[in-house]
């Protein structure tokens, strides 16, 4: 564990701006969990309702036997372990429902309907109850049925098509970007439905959150690009339609630069630190929309200049020219990047596995009601007898509820 980083504990009494909001969370994997990851951090209050014997899926992606995932984005949670499509679950089910504000789940849709549960019964048990239906292409078209995974969308929205090389194959993230892309869109969603119901009193709200739209609406104006001049543009690696120069270089030593000259001044500036004046009057880069027609030269000579030097030599020397350099950094760096540190970006936090967790910080930032990480994520089953007690759920009966499998 890097020194550089915050060690923090846990703040179990911090005061949150969405405490008293109850959220029931029936999702699995990650863009349901990142809707409640977002609440979660600012207080709501996360009910993870699981399969008594599995769990949710995240728990079972794991890094050296550690189920990295889960402890991530179920911190500030609580586990339910609840068969609610039984008889006796649905009961408990129902009576946790009536003192809830949030239900979150990504069946196929249809599914919940199958099970008898699905938004007539919901806000028939709390007709204010907002239901944040995730799913990988939404509750209406005719693509409704389908499972959806997030590569399936990051491929159909265009996304993939404008990654990676002209002369190589579209490339999918690395990571799970639509699904993260749709939690964050679900949370502000399901803000923007709490806000209603405190506003004019009215009743719950279904938001239909599908994983295709979310990152086809970050990816900006193609389509209406291609409506104007009739193009697909080429993919360009590191390099940028709009603004050059603009790439990812390598260094003398075998490290990596990113830089982004998106403004004049920028390029100018870029320029004269290179120790090339010239450059700024060169007809063929004199203006963005000319470095961009010979963005391969304007790239070359950028590229040499980087290759004469070492990124710590590299970085410095831009840093004090306030030239928008940066380095490449990998997991390896991340915990003693010294803006990363200094900012508490990464904190650690204390783990009964690893020891100290590092993590990323409550974000974004609020001055005046800020979140914050307030317990770890839950072993499963961790709150089941405390919300039953809550619910007014006898130590008896809940023996019963266990001996039968429905917690």
């Known amino acids: 564990m890097p020194e550089q980083l915050h060690h923090q504990d846990y703040q179990p009494e911090a005061a949150t701006p969405l405490a008293g909001i109850r959220v029931v969370d029936l999702s699995r994997l990650v863009a349901g969990n990142m809707v409640t990851h977002v609440l979660a951090d600012f207080g709501a209050e996360v009910i993870k309702v699981e399969d008594p014997v599995r769990g949710d899926d995240l728990r079972h992606w794991k890094v050296e036997g550690v189920a990295t995932y889960w402890k991530v984005y179920a911190r500030n949670k609580k ?14 089910f129902a009576a946790l429902l009536k003192s809830a504000h949030v239900v979150v789940e990504n069946f196929v849709p249809g599914r919940l309907e199958k099970y008898g549960l699905g938004p007539d019964w919901l806000h028939a048990v709390n007709d204010k109850l907002i239901i944040v239906r995730v799913s990988g292409w939404g509750q209406s078209g005719p693509y409704k049925h389908k499972p959806g995974f997030g590569s399936l969308v990051e491929a159909m929205s265009g996304f993939a098509a404008m990654n990676g090389f002209a002369d190589r194959p579209p490339v999918l ?54 409506a104007l001049n009739g193009i ?21 030593d075998g490290a990596f630069v990113a830089l982004s000259a998106s403004m004049q001044s920028m390029a100018e500036r870029l320029f004269r630190t290179m120790g090339r004046p010239e450059l700024i009057d060169d007809p063929r880069f004199a203006t963005n929309t000319d470095r961009i027609r010979h963005g391969a030269e304007i790239d070359a000579i950028v590229a040499d200049f980087m290759r004469a030097h070492d990124q710590a030599e590299l970085l410095e020397i831009f840093d004090k020219a306030g030239v928008t350099v940066g380095p490449v950094l990998d997991a390896s760096g991340l915990g003693s990047d010294p803006y990363i540190c200094g900012r508490e970006a990464l904190i650690a936090l204390p783990d009964d596995e690893m020891g100290q967790l590092p993590m990323h910080n409550v974000t974004p930032r609020l001055s005046g009601t800020p979140g914050a990480i307030r317990t770890p994520a839950p072993q499963l089953g961790e709150h089941t007898a405390e919300i039953l007690a809550q619910l007014g759920i006898t130590p008896e009966a809940q023996t019963a509820l266990k001996a039968g499998g429905i917690v």
């Open 79 to 92: 586990s339910l372990t609840l068969d609610y499509r039984s008889p006796e679950g649905r009961e408990v």
């Open 173 to 226: 993230p690395p990571l799970a970007l639509a699904d993260m892309v749709a939690g964050l869109y679900g949370a502000t969603a399901t803000m923007i439905a709490l806000r209603a119901i405190e506003q004019n009193g009215g009743a719950g709200q279904v938001i239909d959150l599908s994983l295709f739209e979310p990152i086809m609406a970050i990816l900006g104006p193609q389509a209406a690009n291609f």
């Open 232 to 252: 697909v543009p080429a993919r360009t690696g590191s390099r940028s339609n709009t603004a050059s120069p603009r790439n990812v270089y390598e260094t003398r």
